[in-house]
């Protein structure tokens, strides 16, 4: 493209666009760098791709690029002025990255009615595609015309474009504007998501708008103890591979450590080679395993994995990914999860732990501390899938121990004769499904005593084994199952009908807290209190310390208070939140 003069046909697009107050355009913004919510990178140019009377028209905005033109102030007015229009419906495909780089140019569109293409695409299929990606969306709809592939806007993108002209940035802009615009108008034709219930989507962009909240404020990191836990990490590691004589930490070395040496049982095998695998997936097994095994080994490799796990995911992270102002703000995604829970990323804080004993972890919590003259208060569900499932099944007695008050393990453990931990850890491994093999691994028994367990459970709780083969019924005959919002869960096996009450409980769950917390926001959100984070059940609050106990009440009322963002349907449980200060333990590394 050459234009003579840019910000004269930037004019004549706005013009058009200015005529045509309710259209539907896509935009797609190009900053210096990712970290715009704090204002350490900033937006320097907007593309938009939309249809005027029946013509598609695409156009790109230059605003600050460092070399070359851009147009002028006058004309970056009237872009602010077409986009915020109230009537206006924007479409993105990473609604709360391009929301926050307009806002670093004046722009603010937080309140159109706006669309996230990927999110938009998981509700209509959460595993087709399951990467939710430009590049991976406009493959499998637009069969496979994805993005511009250049190796010079590919290396100016990761300088912060510090060499692009607009001409040089014009297809590769364009494009990134066009696609989403074709994806939506494709995806909103698909009977999927017209089924949809009318609420659902006006919901996930109140959510947005929350996480975008959340991100703007980021939190507060310790820096000396992130850094402190490095250096105890790393020595640590250290002192266990050289007492070893191999690297724990190397998949080659499991084989002889895991299975040779410690005669642990091979739990999953490589769908290519057939040798033993140790991925992610296996790896959780044989973490379970060797909390159980009193040897000195499995000691060490358990503390050397603990570790490497925690100053990898956590404290070095949490140090890397910090802004420019000492905040950290995470990406929260609506599209991350098959469940539909939120998932994170840089860092994932869905990984933090809800309490640990454990000297590799037990300061991860700690390294979030509150703005000067504030405290953390995290409000947490308890027994949030447990109380849905019990809802669900209709287990009235379970209902009554729950309504009154009662500790449900406490319970539940006398009618099953068993231990409290043991109980709680049946009730959840039988939420997610398990058969015999699992519980013969969990509880390390016989397969005829894993058989008893589970018929025990089931005859203490018939109305959860009912609920279950509703559940799976279902997806054996249809390859899905619906949500209380209206959503739904989609099976491409159906051999994993078995999976399908834990969908409906986990998404549920999911579902209730995103509901929650957009009424948080709603009725809570202030200068004296403010949302900061959702981890796992849980959402931590940034409340000022002269207000807390007034908003200890407020939260803890609020949340509990399911049933009034719900709609129509009402669960017969009472819903329990503790609200705690999120406080410093004391020191186990010493």
Known sequence: MNFDDIDAESRQVLKKLYDHPEAEISVDTEATGLRVASGEHTCIGVSIATLIDGEPLSHYFPLFHSVGENIIPETRGM??????????????????????SLETVGIRVEHTNFIDVPTVAHLINENKPYNKGLD????FYLKNEGKIKDAFIEKEKKTGWQNTTWQMMWDY???????????????????????????????????????LSMKRHGVRIDQDLAREYVR??????????????INPASPKQMKKLLIDDLGLPVVKKSAKTGAPSFDKQAML???????????????????????QKAVSAAYRP????????????????????????????????????KSSDKPWNGKVKDCFIAEEGYVLLNADFSQLELRLATAYAGEKELETIFNEGRDIFTEMSKQLGMSRHDTKTLVYSMQYGAG???LKDAFNVSSEEAKRIRQNYFASYPNFRQFNERCTAKVMQDGRIKIWTGRERHFENRNDAYKAMNSVIQGGAADIVE????????????PDCRMLLQVHDSITFEVKESAVPQYIEKIRTTMEDVNAVTGDITFDVRFAVEVDRWVPEKDDTK
Request: hydrophobic share 40%; aromatic share 8%.
């Open 79 to 100: 872009l602010k002025y077409v986009l915020e229009r109230d009537k206006i419906t924007l479409i993105f495909c990473n609604a709360q990255f391009d929301i926050l």
């Open 136 to 139: 991976s969306l406009a493959a």
């Open 173 to 211: 802009a364009i494009r990134d504007a066009e696609l989403p615009w074709r994806l939506w108008d494709l995806l909103q034709q698909i009977p999927q998501w017209k089924a949809l219930p009318a609420d659902l989507w006006p919901h996930k962009q109140d959510l947005v708008r929350v996480l």
């Open 232 to 245: 105890l990490g790393d020595e640590h590691m250290a002192r266990i591979e050289k007492s070893m004589g």
């Open 285 to 307: 097994a044989y973490d379970s395993m060797l909390e159980k095994l009193d040897n000195p080994v499995a000691k060490q490799i358990k503390e050397f994995r603990g570790w």
């Open 318 to 353: 949490y140090l890397e990914l910090l802004d420019i102002d000492g905040r950290l703000r995470c990406s929260y995604r609506l599209h991350g999860t098959a469940t539909g829970r939120l998932s994170c990323a840089e860092p994932n804080l869905q990984q933090i732990p």
């Open 436 to 438: 015999e093999q699992r």
């Open 515 to 526: 509901r929650i917390m957009v009424r948080c926001f709603r009725d809570l959100d202030a």
